[in-house]
């Protein structure tokens, strides 16, 4: 807590008992002379301690530039209570801190009220208030206000004087006895008197501990003036120092100027020496270049014939291995068509050795009807099939090809996911251009980071919907989900067939399948 927040929660005179607690007479006069409130010496000096205060917290009230002043000399006196209560927890606090008395009676009240104020714990701070405001009040209470003072029983505050003795009315009885009347006010002059001494005597201590303090104050502003004389001696001896140093500074930048420009001549002949050596090496080197240029010339003629000779020769003989080469390239091409041709024959051969058998009444029927196909291609299972295991991509043209063979083709789906940094625009025109009917979705990203994207359910819906004009369902993907598809296939009375990977596909869903044809070297490119 701040002075600032201090004076918005304490009345005036609370705030100043406090500040009587926690600061001396010497204390107050540094924050007088500090803050400009009373900067002449001699009128601190004649100033009670109890003026001085009321002073000081007028203009903490008044004057907010001052509060910082304060708080940081408020702070360095209760350096050690507020290490202490920092290091302490609440319940500590509560339990040490509990009542004011035996604080103000260590003559700790001050500082450590000080500590918890400025506490950032919100409830030590406010037990710092309490405790503060419990002391006050008690301190405050009728039983402990102290007696008036002399001056302020006779006169006004600056009447310092003793007060003219009332005159006594004392009647002389016979035998040197007084009346009743008498002697009553003989006893109450006499105490009075006991009491007024006794209050003359306090302000003499007073006066005597101000005394000392401006005695103590004194000789520390005779050693200060002292420290000052002595400082002042050095200072005019540094001066002369410094005279002289300065002179020979002078005289040394006169002397080093002399020579930069001694040593510019220097160093711009030896830059002109170092010209000249390098201009007369490289003249040197130049000629010696010229030389093996020459020589190499010479040589380089004779080899360059050489070369253009073989050069000749290496043509003529590439151009025959060209030609070569196109007439086995043509030779290979025709014998992969026929290879594939007989491939296709033979797999049809397996697929009808494969198909139940057909009573002999419908099998001249069958002869004649073309099997409709349905094919659909899970891309993105392939591609990354092909990648993870070969490094390679699936020839989706040549896998269309291949897995119809003779049979009617009455669709074909291939389904992909849009990836966004992947463009994909040429290789979707290429399959459209080829008979696929393009199925697309972009890839979409969760909240934590990861992606979804698949066509899985998509394939289904189209599968079944398309299924009673089918005859065969070629599906080209090895992921298990597909099993359930597949029996659904079957139970329609539909050959389901599976093209995929060997090392990626669902054991369950190859044996579901009424054919699995593996995809090979001859597919990947």
Not at 394 to 400: A, M, N, Y
């Amino acid at each position: 807590m701040t002075p600032l927040k201090l004076k918005s929660n304490l009345q005036r005179e609370q705030l100043m008992w406090f500040l009587a607690l926690v600061l001396n007479e010497r204390d107050i006069f540094r924050l007088l002379m500090q803050t400009n409130i009373l900067a002449d010496p001699d009128r601190l000096y004649s100033t009670s301690k109890q003026e001085l205060l009321s002073r000081l917290t007028n203009a903490l009230f008044k004057h907010s530039k001052i509060d910082r002043i304060v708080a940081e000399h408020l702070s360095k006196k209760a350096e050690a209570a507020i290490a202490r209560v920092g290091y302490m927890v609440i319940d500590e606090i509560h339990t040490f801190f509990k009542s004011p008395g035996p604080l103000i009676e260590s003559g700790e009240f001050g500082e450590v009220v000080w500590a918890l104020l400025i506490d950032p714990r919100e409830d030590v701070h406010l037990h710092g208030y309490n405790l503060l405001k419990t002391a006050y009040d008690n301190h405050n209470h009728p039983s402990n206000v102290p007696p008036l003072k002399y001056h302020q029983l006779y006169g006004s505050e600056e009447q310092h004087d003793l007060p003219d003795k009332p005159a006594l009315n004392v009647s002389i009885k016979s035998g040197n006895d007084l009346s009743v009347e008498d002697e009553d006010l003989k006893n109450i002059d006499r105490e009075q008197l006991q009491q007024d001494l006794t209050q003359l005597k306090a302000e003499f201590n007073s006066i005597k501990k101000k005394n000392t303090l401006l005695r103590d104050h004194c000789e520390f502003l005779i050693q200060e003036n002292d420290n000052l004389k002595s400082k002042e001696g050095t200072h005019q001896e540094n001066r002369k120092q410094v005279v002289s140093l300065q002179q020979e500074n002078q005289d040394l930048h006169h002397k080093a100027s002399q020579f930069d420009e001694t040593n510019a001549s220097l160093l711009q002949l030896e830059s002109e020496n170092r010209k000249l050596v390098a201009e007369n090496q490289e003249i040197v080197t130049q000629l010696q270049e010229l030389s093996d240029i020459k020589s190499a010339k010479e040589v380089f003629s004779v080899e360059l014939k050489m070369v253009e000779e073989a050069v000749y020769k290496k043509y003529q003989a590439l151009e025959q291995i060209k030609t070569d080469f196109d007439t086995h390239f043509d030779l290979i091409e025709r014998s992969y068509t026929a290879s594939q041709k007989a491939l296709n024959q033979i797999r049809n051969t397996v697929n009808l050795i494969d198909s139940p058998q057909l009573e002999f009444g419908e099998s001249e029927q069958v002869e004649d009807r073309i099997d409709q196909v349905g094919v659909f291609v899970d891309v993105q299972n392939l591609f990354y099939a092909a990648k993870d295991r070969y490094e390679r991509r699936v020839d989706l043209i040549k896998l269309l090809d291949l897995i119809v063979g003779p049979r009617q083709l009455l669709t074909a789906f291939a389904y992909i996911v849009q990836i966004p940094k992947i463009k994909q625009s040429n290789f979707i025109s290429l399959l459209e251009h080829n008979g696929y009917t393009i199925r697309s979705k972009d890839l979409r990203l969760r909240g934590d980071g990861s992606a979804k994207g698949d066509w899985d359910v998509g394939i289904a819906v189209d599968v079944v919907s398309m299924l009673t004009s089918l005859d065969v369902v070629i599906l080209a993907s090895g992921d298990g989900d597909f099993c359930p598809l597949a029996e659904l296939i079957k139970q329609q009375h539909k050959r389901i067939e599976v093209v995929a990977f060997e090392h990626n596909t669902s054991m369950d869903l190859q044996a579901v399948a009424d054919q699995f044809f593996p995809i090979g070297e001859e597919l990947l490119m």
